[in-house]
């Protein structure tokens, strides 16, 4: 619960006890905005994970692995310098707000003894971490926050450390005259309006537990005396505390103990830790913000191309429209050759017997021409409708076709995992014209592609495609014409290929199969298969775009298999 203190002074007590005495071994920086300290302690290895990225701001334990970047950051270089093979002397919460200070013990160049600092803001949108000498002045962060744009908290080297101070009064402190001084009314938003560090969920358990969360008037000296009571209580919540019993609730958030206003049947998970809870919750959600963040700038380039080619598509409807009447033009030709008798000089229109429809018709004249020259300018109307006709129903079906091939991409990309390899698809939407321009004097190196989704089930090889460019080299050029092919009945997905070798494959390994092609489903779906010489190119299509035949169909529910995928 990134924005409540009652949690954080829970965790900080549990990680002053855990790391205090601890030696960094290994410092990274696997993103921009995360750290990880390999620690030693008793004998035992622990990494503690330390962000400030604004969807998931965190400090705890962690099982997670993440790789780091081949050329570490300066932050990580520096802090390399000064806190490799430092003890943690302590850590604690920071003036009395949403900050834990690590307290490091180390040794200079010279082996004199020396002092750091790393403060952690745990402050959502705000947070931030920021490492200091002994006299708190500030030697890096991970945002540098100047004086125009953060006049009351400026994050720069060379500076000394001074977050803003709480202008309400921390629940940590002597607060209860802010109870006194409450003459009625709504005593939770009022409690909240002057108490920093609860958030509302914590504030609604306070004074469910004082038996005040109905209280709407001058509270009374046995409301106070429960008030205070349980106020002490709150303060000195540790590990030690009887209710200690880190869980989360509802899916929702990190809580050092069950909250009796929240607990209902089967929504609390229990852990034994506050940093495991933490890991539990915020790992799988870092990896979910990570990815969009990653692919934030892919999806707006396969959006735009989509939008464009969804624009090509309905100026090609339009001018379809305009060739509706072509017919007319050529009727108007033949009826001013048969009545150009009656067309004097300076006629604006000639009205005639249609000798198609039996109706009178006016036919609009330019006066500047001859007869014979207006007949000529309707049929050369026509004529160039007619051409414009065949072209643009021909573009129409290809725009129709690079359509589905752009909502494949967009597809893909809404189903890229966290570690897989984006390179194959920023390929497809430059082929497209859809990726970033790049000069042609720039050197770009070209990386290699990440494999295919190997798995291993019963003696059967399978492979999934990870984007189109893969599914087309699956099917086309890994498969033979007798393995199995499948693939999501009428929508876009992965092609999965099962290598049989000749041997019939068995009911258990094709389910498997068709679970692991409805893998990025949220609920059961249809698959087609059918052996691969049944599978042909889309003429003119584009890669992955296929058609098929003489298909079988199976309902298969969702499941990546991961235990059976074979690692790289």
């Known amino acids: 619960m990134g924005s409540d203190l009652f949690a954080l002074s829970a965790l900080a007590?549990?990680?002053?006890?855990?790391?205090?005495?601890?030696?960094?071994?290994?410092?990274?920086?696997?993103?921009?905005?995360?750290l990880r300290f390999f620690i030693r302690n008793n004998g035992q290895n622990k990494c503690l994970v330390v962000s400030c990225n604004a969807g998931a701001p965190r400090i705890h334990f962690t099982t997670s692995k993440k790789q780091s970047p081949k050329v570490a950051p300066n932050l990580c270089m520096l802090l390399r310098k000064y806190l490799i093979n430092a003890n943690i002397d302590s850590v604690n919460i920071y003036n009395l707000d949403r900050i834990l200070s690590i307290k490091f013990n180390a040794k200079t160049e010279m082996?004199?003894?020396?002092?750091?600092?790393?403060?952690?803001?745990?402050?959502?949108?705000?947070?931030?971490?920021?490492?200091?000498?002994?006299?708190?002045?500030?030697l890096d962060a991970v945002k540098h926050l100047p004086l125009d744009i953060a006049r009351?908290?400026?994050?720069?080297?060379?500076?000394?450390?001074?977050p803003v101070s709480q202008k309400k009064t921390s629940y940590l402190t002597d607060c209860i005259s802010v109870f006194e001084s409450f003459n009625g009314g709504d005593l939770h938003k009022y409690l909240l309006d002057n108490i920093s560090g609860f958030a509302g969920t914590t504030m609604s358990e306070f004074l469910y537990r004082a038996k005040l969360e109905n209280a709407n008037e001058k509270?009374?000296?046995?409301?106070?005396?429960?008030?205070?009571?349980?106020?002490?209580?709150?303060?000195?919540?540790?590990?030690?505390?009887?209710?200690?019993?880190?869980?989360?609730?509802?899916?929702?958030?990190?809580?050092?103990?069950v909250y009796k206003t929240l607990e209902k049947d089967d929504n609390v998970i229990k852990f034994e830790t506050m940093s495991d809870a933490y890991d539990s919750f915020y790992t799988d959600c870092d990896k979910d913000i990570r990815n969009k963040a990653r692919l934030k700038a892919l999806a707006t380039q396969a959006?735009?191309?989509?939008?464009?080619?969804?624009?090509?598509?309905?100026?090609?409807?339009?001018?379809?429209?305009?060739?509706?009447?072509?017919?007319?033009?050529?009727?108007?030709?033949?009826?001013?050759?048969?009545?150009?008798?009656?067309?004097?000089?300076?006629?604006?229109?000639?009205?005639c017997l249609n000798y198609y429809t039996n109706e009178d018709v006016t036919i609009p004249l330019n006066v500047q021409l001859t007869p014979s020259k207006n007949s000529s300018a309707y049929y050369a109307k026509y004529n160039k409708l007619k051409r414009t006709k065949e072209f643009v129903t021909q573009k129409l079906a290809a725009d129709k076709e690079l359509l589905e091939y752009a909502l494949s991409i967009e597809s893909e990309i809404a189903?890229?995992?966290?570690?897989?390899?984006?390179?194959?698809?920023?390929?497809?939407?430059?082929?497209?014209?859809?990726?970033?321009?790049?000069?042609?004097?720039?050197?770009?190196?070209?990386?290699?592609?990440?494999p295919p989704y190997i798995y291993l089930i019963d003696g059967f090889y399978i492979y999934r495609g990870k984007n189109n460019l893969q599914n087309d080299e699956l099917t086309f050029s890994l498969a033979s014409s007798n393995d199995l092919w499948l693939h999501l009945k009428n929508e876009h997905g992965a092609h999965?290929?099962?290598?049989?070798?000749?041997?019939?494959?068995?009911?258990?390994?094709?389910?498997?199969?068709?679970?692991?092609?409805?893998?990025?489903?949220?609920?059961?779906?249809?698959?087609?298969?059918?052996?691969?010489?049944?599978?042909?190119?889309?003429?003119?299509?584009?890669?992955?775009?296929?058609?098929?035949?003489?298909y079988k169909t199976i309902v298969a529910s969702p499941d990546a298999h991961e235990e059976f995928m074979i690692k790289h």
């Open 496 to 550: 999965t290929i099962i290598i049989t070798d000749g041997k019939p494959v068995p009911d258990k390994v094709l389910k498997i199969a068709a679970e692991i092609t409805a893998s990025t489903k949220s609920a059961s779906a249809e698959v087609d298969y059918t052996a691969r010489k049944n599978v042909k190119r889309k003429p003119n299509g584009h890669p992955g775009q296929v058609i098929y035949v003489n």
């Open 152 to 162: 009351d908290h400026v994050v720069l080297r060379g500076v000394p450390y001074s």
């Open 219 to 257: 509270l009374t000296q046995e409301e106070l005396s429960r008030a205070k009571s349980t106020l002490e209580y709150f303060q000195k919540f540790s590990v030690d505390s009887p209710d200690f019993s880190p869980c989360i609730i509802n899916g929702k958030e990190v809580y050092p103990c």
């Open 111 to 138: 082996k004199d003894d020396a002092v750091f600092y790393l403060f952690v803001e745990i402050m959502n949108r705000y947070s931030n971490i920021v490492f200091t000498d002994e006299k708190l002045v500030i």
């Open 13 to 34: 007590n549990e990680l002053n006890l855990a790391l205090k005495g601890a030696r960094i071994d290994k410092i990274q920086q696997p993103e921009v905005d995360e």
């Open 303 to 351: 959006k735009h191309f989509r939008a464009k080619v969804e624009k090509n598509i309905t100026n090609d409807l339009e001018r379809l429209s305009e060739c509706e009447d072509m017919d007319k033009y050529r009727v108007y030709g033949e009826l001013i050759v048969s009545n150009i008798y009656k067309i004097k000089r300076g006629d604006e229109s000639l009205t």
């Open 415 to 450: 189903d890229t995992p966290y570690e897989a390899d984006i390179t194959q698809i920023e390929e497809e939407l430059n082929m497209l014209g859809g990726g970033k321009r790049v000069s042609k004097n720039q050197k770009v190196r070209k990386e290699k592609a990440a």
